[in-house]
């Protein structure tokens, strides 16, 4: 049994793509959304991929790299998505007002804030469109601990995936920041900053394998995981949190003992997916590879001639009977960092 994972970042953005087959018929999810061109550049690789329909559509949080026109792949797929996953806190409405009033802040200038502000309202309402059009797609909300996918919960699932993160005092946090701007006479601000404390981070389970899916998740939230959840893990793939940079790591992580590192049957494969020419920070690839772990970083080379440079993905194959994952494909703009053995 095989989970085909396809972990996208050419310099700015990210999407994930993942596969699977179940009672004979493909399944197929996105986590996060990064689609220039009116979504038409992941709409178009889903297609290649044989994908017309998906089982969920996850927005982690309200960043602009990983929610850009996320409506028109959602319209583009128009009654095709069984279910939408965001990091909740508030109303959908209340989020809408506060996207409004940032981009009304904005002006004239900031145009990455008012492509965000518009990305994060126009789904909204097409999310409310589709519910009402088509009865889907099912929406949900994470915090805490909570099993996402399948719904209905069965006994043994192909894959299940359950949300880690965000917890209530990270969560909280980011709300107060966005209820305090929707106030009458309150200031819309960016909270660039505030939106990774409400990120979501989930778990794949595969048969026997595990993947870390770490979005934009930071050190508050990965802290507060409980000590029961941390000593079962054992992923065979993770997606490296906050594009490699420090703040999406915490004390111990990808140390040679650390949680995210148990090498039984093998250490993580680690992704990261840059941010700009400012992430990841030499820093933690060096901790990630002293842990055992081969990294690769996706859009870090220029590719002459190519049609979609966006398209810069690793393509990993994760093997559910032996709980092991390896890379089958990746693109020329991907660089490897191999695993550094410790000194004797």
Known sequence: MILDLFICGP???????????????LHAGVIDC???????TVYDWLLELEISQLEFLCVTHPHLDH????????????????QLWWWGGLTPDAYIVFCDKLAAA??????RLRSRAESVRRLFIEIARQEQKFGIPLVRTSARIKQLYPIPQTTNPVLKITAFSPWDDSLMRFTKEVVSSIRVG??????????NLA?????????NAQVVLGSDIEASNWNSLPDAFTSSLRPCVVKVSHHGSQNGTCAGMWSMSGFLCNQQPQSPIAVITPWHNVLPDEKVIKQIVGSGSTVFVTGQKNTNGRGRPWLSYVHVQVDGDQGTARVVEKS???VVYEPVPPLS
């Open 186 to 195: 309150g200031k819309a601000t960016s909270d660039e900053s505030l939106a």
């Open 67 to 82: 929610i850009y026109n996320a409506y028109w792949v959602l319209e583009l797929l128009e009654g095709s998505v069984s």
């Open 332 to 334: 020329a703009n991907v």
């Open 106 to 111: 904005c002006g004239g200038g900031e145009g």
């Open 11 to 25: 310099g700015y953005g990210e999407t994930i793509i993942c596969r699977w087959e179940e009672e004979g018929r």
């Open 199 to 207: 990120c979501i981070g989930l778990l794949l389970q595969y048969g």
């Open 34 to 40: 990064y689609g220039p061109n009116y979504g038409l």
